[in-house]
T-cell receptor, first 112, second 114 residues
Framework: DSGVTQTPKHLITATGQRVTLRCSPR?????VYWYQQSLDQGLQFLIQ???????AKGNILERFSAQQFPDLHSELNLSSLELGDSALYFC???????????FGDGTRLSIL | AQKVTQAQTEISVVEKEDVTLDCVYE???????LFWYKQPPSGELVFLIR??????QNEISGRYSWNFQKSTSSFNFTITASQVVDSAVYFC???????????FGTGTKLQVIP
């Protein structure tokens, strides 16, 4: 058990819809990272928050947004969903960049 | 910009064989951190090891060993006497100093055949 909790585990929705993925970091970790893993793109970094502030941005689409709340949990919002957004979305938590990231079990998003 | 290359897409070995997974990285920073993660068929990502750019000592942990060579920008991972439970996708990753993103390689899928 990594200590990182992601909900829901599975999500099935239709194109054009909006969903919210949730992540609770490991106790004591201030950083939250979001990744998208798909068959053709591999593990892609989306965005990082540290103690409520955005710190780094990767290949995150404009239709996607995230935030980290005062209690340090984070949400990733995906809107105007397309078939290509079907993927496994991981949240990871950590501290400084020299520390390993601990991953949640992921949310599998399927767009029909 | 940082980059991680895992040239081996898939490797198959017979149980008890040794196997080395290659990782080559690119970074302009002098301070950086390298990681290996394992993703078994169940899907979770598990941290295996971290190495910082100032520590070129090789590391051995049971059947696992890591060889870090700054001269060739490589951080290779060897599994000795492989077992079926080692079957997984292995990711090499790089992080630069500060609150920076981590760049993952594309992963190497290892299949250990009984």
């Amino acid at each position: 058990d990594s200590g990182v909790t992601q909900t829901p585990k599975h999500l099935i929705t239709a194109t054009g819809q909006r969903v919210t993925l949730r992540c609770s970091p490991r106790s004591g970790d201030l950083s939250v990272y979001w990744y998208q893993q798909s068959l053709d793109q591999g593990l892609q970094f989306l965005i990082q928050y540290y103690n409520g502030e955005e710190r780094a941005k990767g290949n995150i689409l404009e239709r996607f947004s995230a935030q980290q709340f005062p209690d340090l949990h984070s949400e990733l919002n995906l809107s105007s969903l397309e078939l290509g957004d079907s993927a496994l979305y991981f949240c990871a938590s950590g501290g400084y960049s020299n520390q390993p990231q601990h991953f949640g079990d992921g949310t599998r998003l399927s767009i029909l | 910009a940082q980059k991680v290359t895992q040239a081996q897409t898939e490797i198959s070995v017979v149980e008890k064989e040794d196997v080395t997974l290659d990782c080559v990285y690119e970074t302009r920073d002098t301070t950086y951190y390298l990681f290996w993660y394992k993703q078994p068929p169940s899907g979770e990502l598990v941290f295996l090891i971290r190495r910082n750019s100032f520590d070129e000592q090789n590391e051995i942990s049971g059947r696992y060993s890591w060889n870090f060579q700054k001269s060739t920008s490589s951080f290779n991972f060897t599994i000795t006497a492989s077992q079926v439970v080692d079957s997984a996708v292995y990711f090499c990753a790089l992080s630069e100093a500060g609150y920076q993103k981590v760049t993952f390689g594309t992963g190497t899928k290892l299949q250990v055949i009984p």
